[in-house]
């Protein structure tokens, strides 16, 4: 009730006050007042740091546009209203959810975001991959370009995503859901694995990228599942974004892991390749049959919270009999 402070029976006021607290308490006890409502609800925002400064958007935008980073958005619950693509080449392991989404290609021309009407944009850091500038994007909506540090981390991507579209509670659980997965897959695989070691490789055409042990999803297997990388894989060092080169199958010769992940896609000509070497075969994880297929590498070649735990299922999918 609004009290009107010109009203000049002031008594008054206050008799009919106290008449409807006497009232009120002799209703049911069981009943709560009416929750109130944020009158400012339809025009929330969010005020952030970014790399282009302090930002502010809105928390309750619908048609939202984050470009190779669908993964942080899917993992609270939205979809975007296009996802990233390179031609016909998209993030397959997320098209359960986005197959019947629009592409854009990588580099956004203007022409393009501007048919997909979003109501709010989401850019990396590094803004000399696309075709517009920052603020020819907030010309289009609303535009956040996130920090270095939030495009490398997934995890505070997360978090960050989170804030911006005014899920902070869902992504405090989904990040605890995930590291209640990985202490459950750590325990399996010290059950099944033990200290042997694991290699992970991509066949791409006929060519074969050995992972370092921190580049892209390797990085979970090591690092979080626990699991023991061979020595040359200790021997490449740590990855360095820019460049990754492939390995010749006589290298290979000498990859002495107990188990390899060889991630290929159905029909790639390097596997072939493996099965009709000898150099391969000669290896301990061919002659074991610890050579375990997987024929979708897109999760591997990615960072996010639905990337690591797809590659996490792969792994206990593997390894765990």
Request: charged residues 25%; glycine residues 4%.
């Amino acid at each position: 009730m609004k009290m009107n402070l010109k009203f000049p029976r002031l008594f008054f006021t206050i008799v009919v006050v106290f008449t409807l607290l006497i009232i009120s308490a002799c209703g049911n006890d069981d009943s709560s007042p009416e929750p109130e409502t944020d009158a400012g609800t339809e025009n929330a925002e969010v005020t952030l740091d970014s790399a282009m400064g302090e930002v502010t958007v809105p928390t309750n935008a619908e048609r939202i546009l984050a470009p190779y980073h669908e993964d942080a958005l899917l993992a609270l619950g939205v979809t975007p209203v296009a996802k990233w693509a390179i031609g016909q080449s998209v993030q397959d392991y997320l098209e359960a959810d986005l197959k019947d989404v629009p592409s854009i290609e990588w580099n956004l021309p203007l022409e393009q975001v501007l048919s997909h009407e979003p109501d709010l944009i989401i850019l990396e850091n590094n803004m000399d991959s696309y075709e517009g500038t920052y603020e020819d994007y907030q010309k289009i909506a609303p535009t956040y370009a996130m920090t270095e540090e939030t495009v490398k981390d997934w995890r505070k991507q997360v978090e960050t995503f989170g804030v911006i579209l005014g899920k902070e509670d869902q992504a405090k659980q989904v990040l605890t859901d995930y590291e209640e997965k990985v202490s459950d897959a750590r325990e399996q695989l010290a059950e099944a694995v033990g200290d042997e070691t694991v290699a992970v490789i991509w066949a791409a055409g006929n060519q074969f990228f050995l992972f370092e042990q921190n580049r892209h999803s390797a990085e979970v297997i090591y690092s979080e599942l626990g699991l023991k990388f061979p020595a040359l894989v200790e021997e490449l060092g740590t990855a360095e974004a820019a460049s990754w080169n492939p390995i010749s199958v006589e290298k290979l010769s000498e990859l002495d892991a107990d188990h390899v992940l060889l991630l290929a896609l159905e029909g790639e000509q390097g596997i072939a390749t493996l099965e009709n070497s000898s150099v391969w075969q000669s290896t301990p994880a061919a002659k074991n049959g610890n050579v375990h297929i997987l024929h979708d590498p897109s999760n591997w070649t990615n960072k996010g919270l639905l990337a690591s735990q797809k590659t996490i299922d792969d792994v206990l999918n593997a390894l765990v009999k």
